[in-house]
């Protein structure tokens, strides 16, 4: 198997893929695939909820929280958010720290209001600027902010204190490997392809209170009431990814639960950070070191010539998606949960060679 850095879709535990693959056939003596049952059946909906109650385990998720399985990404969250909870008369605050807050404000944009609360667009993202939650406008409806910035390499050391306003935190590329102050957040979502699954499924951990002050106009299909009244079974869920959800929680939980993936996400960023600081400037971080992520390690070589080379020379030897996003050039490489320890050691062997041969 191939040493995969990819940003997402990205690798899945091979625990979990091993087990899909004995299950594939004949799951608990059915005769089918879990995604040939239907999900209205017991043996279908003794994954969803399992599922449900391991995320809620793992993440330590109060009882005050919905956990739901929806579908549309990440993306759709940018504006179903906005159209359940930014009346017309309010705004929706931003904490700008990427492209996918931008992406986030520009959605929510088409169904209200929205400003910008603070922003590292300046140092081209490399930094998470400060915020103060405790003291916003009355007529800020909900702040929203993205706690691991993929494509820029940046992560929230710390989930804010929260003020008076609900916030909304998009989690795609760092949740489950992080604890969730729950105290702080009133919405959190993540797109499951990176450290909870495959493509297809959206987790979102909504406070009943705040899902009790949306638009109740909405069309039920794009209200987390309805999904969660009807356990985010009111459409057909997508039940492949759920399943796969499903097993990487049981793959988490025999581990050691939530401590042990943050200790190995530690583990594997410290040992890439280090070479790049050791490199002498062959290699340079994109992140401020404060706000360095633990999932996206973003970094440039002295030229686009040796980027070049680097980047040709690393997929020959077997490593897949280093190569920075298409929106900031360079080098990155994702190690999401499911990347093992030794993958990382191999890139920092294979990066130091690089450098050797390169000086
Ligand atoms: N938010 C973040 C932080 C992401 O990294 C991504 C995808 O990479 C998205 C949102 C968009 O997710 P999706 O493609 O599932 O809609």
Excluded at 12 to 34: D, R
Excluded at 153 to 174: C, F, H, N, Y
Excluded at 294 to 314: D, H, Q
């Amino acid at each position: 198997r191939a040493f995969n850095f990819n940003a997402g879709p990205g690798p899945i535990p091979e625990p979990v893929l091993t087990k899909a693959q004995q299950e594939m056939f004949n799951f608990e003596q059915s005769g089918a695939a879990v995604m040939e049952l239907s999900h209205r059946s017991s043996l279908y909906e003794n994954i969803h909820f399992k599922a449900i109650d391991q995320l809620r385990t793992i993440l330590q998720v109060p009882e005050e929280f919905e956990i739901l399985f929806l579908q549309g990404g990440a993306t759709l969250q940018f504006s179903m958010t906005a159209q359940n909870f930014l009346p017309k008369n309010k705004k929706a605050g931003f904490v700008l720290t990427g492209s996918w807050s931008e992406k986030a404000m520009k959605e929510a944009s088409a169904f209200g209001g929205t400003t910008v609360l603070a922003s590292s667009r300046d140092s081209n993202y490399n930094s998470i600027p400060e915020v103060d939650f405790s003291s916003l406008p009355d007529d800020i409806a909900y702040v929203h902010l993205t706690t691991n910035n993929t494509i820029f390499g940046t992560q929230w050391p710390e989930i804010p204190a929260r003020g008076s306003k609900p916030v909304i935190l998009d989690m795609s590329s760092d949740i489950l490997s992080r604890d969730i102050p729950w105290e702080n957040v009133d919405l959190a979502y993540a797109g499951a392809q990176k450290n909870a699954g495959m493509a297809g499924v959206t987790l979102v951990f909504i406070r009943k209170s705040l899902m009790e002050t949306a638009d109740s106009t909405l069309p039920p299909s794009i209200s987390y009431s309805q999904h969660a009244d009807k356990k985010s079974l009111y459409n057909t869920p997508p039940t492949g990814a759920i399943y796969i959800t499903k097993l990487v929680t049981d793959w988490i939980l025999e581990i050691g639960g939530l401590d042990a993936v943050k200790k190995r996400a530690e583990e594997k960023s410290g040992i890439l950070y280090e070479m790049i600081d050791d490199s002498g400037g062959f290699y340079s971080g994109h992140a401020e070191p404060g706000a360095r992520s633990n999932m996206n390690v973003t970094f440039r070589l002295k030229t686009e010539e040796l980027e070049n080379k680097f980047l040709k020379e690393a997929s020959e030897y077997g490593f897949m998606g280093l190569n920075g996003h298409r929106s900031v050039g360079g080098c990155r490489a994702s190690i999401y949960n499911a990347v093992p320890v030794e993958h990382v050691h191999a890139l920092k062997q294979f990066m130091e060679s690089f450098q050797k041969n390169n000086s």
